[in-house]
């Protein structure tokens, strides 16, 4: 094992935490547990990730071994990274092949390979016939460059692929015609929808989050769900108040279900609208290109940020579309222009 392997061993496990450095190597599964049991964990990191790169050394762990462990760390800690979603097309009347997870491994490695001298995939099989690709890009002068790979995760026998956010804009096209050659489509296309949490992404695409994030029972009766909310009711408050509040739980619930939201951290709005007015003058009336602004809004969680407003007081119920709608749309990017 060379220097230039061992620095990469060396960075990878500083990154990950002690308190899951056991869980992560044994998930690596490249050191065997007599070799685990030899080291001593309770040392100083430096000491620590010492004796692990000499086992690794012993064991002549190559670039793909690294870079699976890399993988594995990645996973632990995927909303570290930006996912963008990717989705995929077939020509019309097109037949749906079976699909064949080594085929689609050998033929996305040699797209690549063949259109660039230098790059390194590394994949990793995971729940739910999906696969963790790690891409490693070069030049055709210069070698992969470890330390900024491309994270993919790719769901067989679907049209979508979550690609993590790189500075390497220009390695996209190419990988996208490796994802949408090697798993039998068409064409390929960047939704307008990204976040840090990968699970959430994809429990919205694949429209599974109602059971995903299900934790309420479905048949209590509406008067006794909760939306999560600790709203105290004045024992004073007048009928038709009363009446008010259970209609906007109600309209709530129809619109954002009776379980918790997926996690969203935010949702983008580009306008470029003329100015509108009944009064047909001032300089903004006479302007004849559309005014343009970003609108903005961010929360740790959005969607049970805009699930609670209504109730909380502080919007009418229901809300807008644009902002309840982003779950059915797929997306949070939107562009708002005039009809």
């Known amino acids: 094992m060379d220097e230039i392997v061992a620095e990469f061993f060396k960075r990878t496990i500083l990154k ?22 030899s080291i001593n964990f309770r040392k100083r990191k430096e000491s620590l990730v010492h004796d692990l790169v000499l086992l690794c050394e012993e064991k002549n762990a190559s670039v793909s071994d690294a870079a699976l462990l890399d993988i594995i760390y990645t996973q632990f800690h995927r909303h570290q990274k930006v996912w963008d979603v990717f989705q995929m097309t077939k020509e019309p009347g097109e037949d749906i092949d079976l699909f064949d997870m080594k085929q689609f491994k050998t033929s996305f490695k040699k797209i690549l390979q063949r259109a660039l001298k230098n790059v390194s995939v590394t994949f990793r099989d ?11 890009w070069g030049t055709q002068y210069k070698k992969p460059n470890q330390y900024k790979p491309t994270y993919v995760v790719y769901y067989s026998q679907t049209p979508y692929a979550f690609i993590s956010s790189s500075q390497l804009r220009s390695s996209i096209p190419l990988l996208g015609q490796a994802l949408t050659i090697a798993s039998k489509h068409h064409q390929i296309v960047k939704m307008d929808f990204r976040s840090r ?3 959430s992404l994809k429990a919205i695409v694949f429209k599974q989050y109602n059971q995903t994030f299900e934790t309420h029972n479905a048949t209590t009766p509406l008067q006794e769900r909760s939306l999560g909310l600790d709203i105290n009711m004045d024992s004073r408050i007048i009928h ?18 009776d379980y918790p939201q997926p996690r969203l951290e935010f949702a983008q709005y580009k306008l470029e609208t003329k100015f509108k007015s009944d009064l047909n003058r001032g ?18 969680n959005l969607l049970e940020a805009l699930k609670s407003l209504a109730p909380a007081g502080i919007a009418d119920a229901p809300l807008s579309p644009l902002l309840t709608c982003i779950p059915q749309k797929r997306m949070n990017y939107f562009k708002i222009k005039d009809k």
């Not at 308190?19 to 007599?34: G, H, P, Q, R, V």
């Not at 995971?126 to 490693?136: C, F, H, L, P």
């Open 16 to 37: 990950i935490p002690m308190t899951e450095m056991m869980t992560i190597l044994k998930a690596w599964d490249f050191l065997s547990e007599n070799q685990l049991q």
């Open 126 to 136: 995971a729940e739910e016939n999906a696969v963790w690709i790690r891409i490693a």
């Open 197 to 199: 949490y990968l699970d």
């Open 240 to 257: 038709e108040n009363r009446i008010e509040k259970d209609r906007v739980q109600r309209v709530t619930q129809e619109i954002f279900g």
């Open 283 to 300: 300089i903004l009336a006479e302007r004849k290109e559309p005014l343009r602004c970003l609108v903005k809004f961010s929360s740790p």
